[in-house]
């Protein structure tokens, strides 16, 4: 008879297994660190990311279309690596790494074991939110991150019952409000599902007030910003709302759930988290925190990322569900069952990185993936104008260039002057759309304009003696905004009106 084992031998044989699965999730992890950095340099700036570069170099706490903390990274980012793609995008990549492993811990915590959590990982690691996060560097790619951190601690909170866990919770939820408001309908979804299930209790705790004022700390200098903005952020945000409505853009939120916020073979695994989120007295918080936020971005015509990172926490209760199931099969249909599983979520999971990802320079992958994804197209073609702006400055007298100014029609473009004008000693830009608008012209006012991103009729309507010199658009011939809309560049002279006229009349959001 084999001896009783002790409680020693237990934690320590637990310890042993914890550490092979935290090396599997950790491994799946930098496989696609590894995939983002040896792609993430092959083509060029998204025209968010310009933004949020432009924005970098502008210390505040707030700007129009962002919180501050993505800028504040990518600040760190050019002190680090410069004007580097790999280098710029680096702390995207890793925040996809810490989603993936954060995932499979939360399977863990929900009782999962190796299987449970790997499949979690897997289900993760290869859904398009997360594959595209890691290629760009965006608010979203931070966000996603806080949402599953913010689910993770509510699973410990429920399964611990240590209401210190809401200091985490309210340290996760000030540092998301200070990357993408959008969580407010996370924040939404877990003070809904609190009245709705038994941690309702935690209204009365003060380990719940202590976490909220931590969040309000954290979230307070951005909330000043606004106040003193007269919360411009609200207004750009209405502005992009009816933008979205208007094009189309919210349509297909619901159909979109299942086809792109995460890997299609993963949706009986979230879907059976959902089910069992709900019929687990313990957990059901959680089920509630899904709904309620999904049920709001619905009602408010929501796209349909806004709620992608919830799925991470539906995945894991699900692979947790499948795994349980599976134990009571013989052991060839487990293999068999499991075996299906991860061969059709990585057959998903490498055709959503043949659009998402720059898997090459050239050729026929390059085509395909350009053919499919918008956001591919919107980074070609960015060093080619400022190019040619310094070539169109190059031709102007040295009377024009010693009072000249590059005027941009959209942020990309202002961005792309700032960031990469610099190597072709360009003048700093000027613009009004977003954040630019507050930075203004230079003193004295310039006399002789290089304008970008209007048509002739605006160029003539703003400026005086307007020229076409130049087009902006692209060599490989790939069809975006810059190339389809408003491409012509402009000399021009002053403006008709008074520049303090001219700049309060032009404000605008994009």
């Not at 950095?37 to 707030?62: C, K, M």
């Not at 449970?116 to 608010?139: K, R």
């Not at 879907?271 to 925190?289: C, P, S």
């Not at 013989?330 to 061969?343: D, I, K, L, Q």
């Given at each position: 008879?084999?001896p009783a084992?002790t409680p ?8 042993a297994?914890h ?11 930098a496989a696609?660190?590894i995939?983002?950095v ?6 060029g ?10 924005d ?7 700007y ?8 504040f990274l ?8 410069g004007?580097?793609l790999v ?32 499949a979690?990982?897997v289900?993760v690691?290869?859904?398009?939110l997360?594959?595209f996060g ?5 608010y ?10 913010l ?15 809401w200091l ?8 998301g ?8 309908f996370f ?7 609190m ?43 209405q ?9 189309g ?11 792109l ?14 089910v069992f ?5 313990r957990y059901?918080?959680l ?8 049920a709001?971005?619905?009602i408010?015509k929501?796209r349909?990322?806004?709620?992608a ?8 209760m ?7 199931r ?5 052991r ?9 599983y ?9 055709f959503i ?21 918008y ?15 310094a ?14 100014a590059v005027a941009t ?24 759309t977003?954040t630019?608008?507050?930075?203004g ?39 975006n ?13 002053p403006p008709r009106?008074p520049?303090?006229?001219?700049w309060?009349?032009?404000q605008s959001?994009?």
């Amino acid at each position: 008879m084999h001896p009783a084992v002790t409680p020693k031998e237990a934690n320590s044989c637990r310890a042993a297994a914890h550490r092979v699965d935290t090396a599997a999730l950790l491994a799946i992890a930098a496989a696609m660190v590894i995939l983002h950095v040896t792609t993430n340099g092959r083509y060029g700036f998204h025209r968010d990311e310009l933004q949020v570069l432009s924005d970098a170099i502008h210390p505040s706490w707030g700007y129009v279309a962002v919180p501050p903390l993505t800028p504040f990274l990518e600040r760190i980012g050019m002190a680090l690596f410069g004007v580097s793609l790999v280098g710029l995008r680096i702390f995207a990549v890793l925040a996809q790494a810490a989603i993936i492993v954060v995932s499979g811990l939360m399977a863990r915590e929900l009782g999962g074991q190796c299987l449970a959590q790997i499949a979690t990982a897997v289900a993760v690691a290869l859904s398009p939110l997360p594959i595209f996060g890691g290629t760009e560097f965006q608010y979203t790619s931070f966000d996603f991150l806080w949402w599953v951190l913010l689910a993770y601690f509510v699973i410990r909170l429920l399964k611990s019952e240590n209401p210190r866990w809401w200091l985490a919770i309210g340290a996760v939820i000030g540092v998301g409000l200070l990357t993408k408001y959008s969580i407010l309908f996370f924040i939404a979804g877990l003070l809904g599902g609190m009245v709705l299930t038994h941690p309702r209790r935690y209204f009365l705790s003060a380990w719940f007030w202590a976490g909220a004022a931590i969040a309000v700390f954290i979230f307070l200098p951005n909330l000043l910003w606004q106040v003193h903005h007269g919360f411009v952020s609200y207004h750009f945000l209405q502005h992009i709302h009816a933008r979205d409505i208007a094009e189309g853009r919210a349509k297909g939120f619901l159909r979109e759930q299942f086809t792109l916020c995460a890997n299609v073979f993963a949706i009986p695994m979230w879907i059976a988290g959902l089910v069992f989120y709900l019929r687990d007295g313990r957990y059901r918080l959680l089920g509630w925190m899904y709904l309620i936020s999904l049920a709001l971005f619905v009602i408010g015509k929501g796209r349909f990322y806004y709620e992608a990172p919830a799925y991470p926490m539906l995945l894991a209760m699900g692979a947790v569900a499948g795994e349980r199931r599976l134990g009571v099969l013989p052991r060839w249909a487990r293999t068999t069952v499991a075996n299906v599983y991860f061969a059709g979520a990585v057959v998903c999971g490498a055709f959503i990185c043949t659009v998402l990802v720059p898997l090459a320079s050239s050729g026929p992958l390059k085509q395909f993936a350009l053919s499919r994804s918008y956001d591919l197209r919107e980074e070609i073609g960015w060093n080619q104008l400022v190019r040619t702006v310094a070539q169109i400055r190059d031709s102007l007298s040295p009377e024009q260039q010693a009072h000249l100014a590059v005027a941009t029609g959209n942020y990309g473009e202002y961005g792309a002057i700032e960031i990469l004008g610099p190597a072709y000693h360009l003048p700093p830009p000027i613009g009004t759309t977003n954040t630019e608008w507050y930075w203004g012209y230079p003193a004295p006012p310039p006399t002789t304009i290089i304008l970008l991103g209007n048509s002739r009729k605006r160029a003539d309507e703003i400026f005086t003696g307007c020229r076409l010199a130049g087009h902006n658009g692209n060599s490989e011939g790939v069809k975006n905004d810059e190339s389809q809309y408003a491409p012509d560049i402009f000399v021009c002279g002053p403006p008709r009106l008074p520049w303090p006229v001219l700049w309060k009349k032009y404000q605008s959001f994009g």
